[in-house]
């Protein structure tokens, strides 16, 4: 009886211990834009910041990983179903890459160029570039399905759509000015507000990406989350540590939750206890 009892109260300690520390940290694997057209992939922790310098100072330290490319990087994406992240390189090709910034051979051709891709949390991809939604085969990279736009999209750099459970598909339209939209595989755009924020500058990136129901952008080195009601934006803070041919900002950014340390340690110790009881009791 008192094993028992022993055992229980580890269990809630642990479980308890659990509920009241954050789940799970986020690293950002991102395309650095590099003067010479290069390109450089990497990523930093969206987390953990440094936060000495004060609300809208926070410093994120960017990791460069692999090689430097002189092909076209754009469009970095991530599968949560299948936790598989995969770019785009010489704007047409559909490739695997890993965390250490290895990519995977070519998996298929884009039919288009795209301005912007994204999976939903059912394991769709979508993609858009000027005039179309298409619903994309991460197989193959084949067209599954398209639609035309109700209005044509535009964008100075790749990585402009993102996809958030609560807002849906969201776009960085670039114009006069640029605004926030969502985007329907129908096809509709629906225009949710224009850009406001400290320090924004609409000529430089405009890569937008989502950890669950926040969605946040990259503007040049500058990072802010993003009112998807109003489409205002609230400057957290800027990457630092980017390369020294750093230019004009990124062209794909996408969140990957990392499993939390705490999750996995209780799991551990609690399947040591359940062993242990089963042990005694055989």
């Known amino acids: 009886m008192h094993n028992r009892i022993m055992t229980r109260a580890a269990l809630l300690f642990l479980l308890t211990t659990f509920l009241t520390i954050p789940a799970r940290a986020v690293d950002v694997y991102a395309i650095a834009n590099l003067s010479g057209d290069q390109y450089q992939f990497g990523s930093f922790d969206l987390s953990n910041p440094d936060t000495s310098g004060g609300s809208g100072n926070f ?24 936790s ?54 991460p197989v193959d990279a084949s067209t599954i399905s398209s639609a035309n736009l109700s209005t044509n999209a535009t964008t100075q750099f790749p990585g402009f759509l993102t996809y958030s459970p609560s807002a ?60 998807t009601s109003d489409a205002t934006l609230t400057r957290l803070g800027t ?17 990957v939750p990392e499993p939390s340390s705490v999750l996995l340690g209780f799991l551990a110790v609690a399947s040591t206890l359940l062993a242990c009881r089963k042990s005694r009791k055989s």
């Open 59 to 82: 410093t994120y330290t960017w990791s460069s990983l692999g090689s430097v490319s002189s092909a076209t990087l754009g469009n970095v994406v991530y599968d949560s179903t299948t």
């Open 84 to 137: 598989q992240m995969y770019i785009t390189s010489g704007s047409y090709e559909f490739r695997t890459i890993d965390t250490a910034g290895n990519q995977g051979p070519i998996l298929g051709y884009l039919l288009n160029s795209m301005y912007g891709m994204a999976f939903d949390t059912s394991g769709t991809l979508a993609g858009v570039n000027y005039s179309t939604a298409q619903v994309i085969s």
């Open 168 to 227: 849906g598909y969201l776009i960085a339209n670039y114009g006069s000015p640029s605004t926030l939209q969502n985007v329907a595989l129908n096809g509709n755009l629906t225009p949710i507000g224009t850009f406001s924020g400290t320090g924004f500058d609409d000529t430089q990136s405009m890569s937008l990406f989502a950890s669950g129901n926040s969605v946040y952008m990259l503007n040049g080195e500058r990072l802010y989350s993003v009112n």
């Open 239 to 255: 990457i630092v540590n980017l390369p020294a041919e750093f230019a004009n900002g990124f062209s794909g950014a996408v969140a």
